[in-house]
Structure formats: structure tokens, C-alpha cells
Nanobody, 124 residues
Framework: QVQVKESGGGSVQAGGSLRLSCECS????????MAWFRQVPGQEREAIAG???????DYADSVVGRFSISKDHAKSTLYLQMNSLTPEDTAMYYC??????????????????WGQGIQVTVLS
């Protein structure tokens, strides 16, 4: 069974940076796309960055040019480097594993495994 656990969240001043980590345990972690989502209370979960098995990356318009998704395959760990943070980036961030390839990672129901989420707060 795949287990996913996020780390690295916290509070940061606007304009600052944070790096989120997501440890994925399970043999399928390397066989499917992985992704980062975020959610603000009262709003739908937003797909923000995806990494496909072939190494292709994709980003939501709201984070392109500021966020970068990557993976250390040896550690089975997914990262999200977040730069130039703004208060609008404040949300609970979730790592997802076993996501469909292509654009499938953008649809929460097409990712099978989720972390518990980690809070990111950007102070103005």
C-alpha cells in the first residue's frame, strides 16, 4: 500500500520561499504521476503542479514561473520549490501519488493516494 507524507510547510513572509517534500513509500510510487494540490477552506482543491513518469512537468497558471516540481527517485521523494510567495498562496498543500498520466493528475479523483496535508501561510 502506498503511503504519502508531506513536510516542510510553515509560515513565511511575502516574497520568500519554501520547499515542500513528499515521501512516497510503495513500489508504485515510481510508476505513476505525482502531483501537488492546495486547498483553501470553502474552496475546491486546486491542482498546482504535476510530474509524469516520463519526467514531464506541468503547472497551474497561478504558480507557473514561481513553483518548481521535482523528484529524487533514489529517495522516492517529491519536492515543490515555491518562490516569490504571496499571501494568495496561503493554503493547505497536499501531495498526491498514483495519479493518471497526461492531464489526469489535475483531477483529484484520478489520484489514488494522498498525504494528510501541510499548511503554508504567507504573511503580508
Amino acid at each position: 500500500q502506498v503511503q504519502v507524507k508531506e513536510s516542510g510547510g510553515g509560515s513565511v513572509q511575502a516574497g520568500g520561499s519554501l520547499r515542500l517534500s513528499c515521501e512516497c513509500s510503495g513500489y508504485t510510487c515510481s510508476r505513476y504521476a505525482m502531483a501537488w494540490f492546495r486547498q483553501v477552506p470553502g474552496q475546491e482543491r486546486e491542482a498546482i503542479a504535476g510530474l509524469d513518469v516520463d519526467g514531464a512537468t506541468d503547472y497551474a497558471d497561478s504558480v507557473v514561473g514561481r513553483f518548481s516540481i521535482s523528484k529524487d527517485h533514489a529517495k522516492s521523494t517529491l519536492y515543490l520549490q515555491m518562490n516569490s510567495l504571496t499571501p494568495e498562496d496561503t493554503a493547505m498543500y497536499y501531495c498526491a501519488a498514483e495519479c493518471d498520466s497526461g492531464s489526469g493528475w489535475k483531477i483529484p479523483s484520478l489520484c489514488n493516494d494522498w498525504g494528510q496535508g501541510i499548511q503554508v501561510t504567507v504573511l503580508s
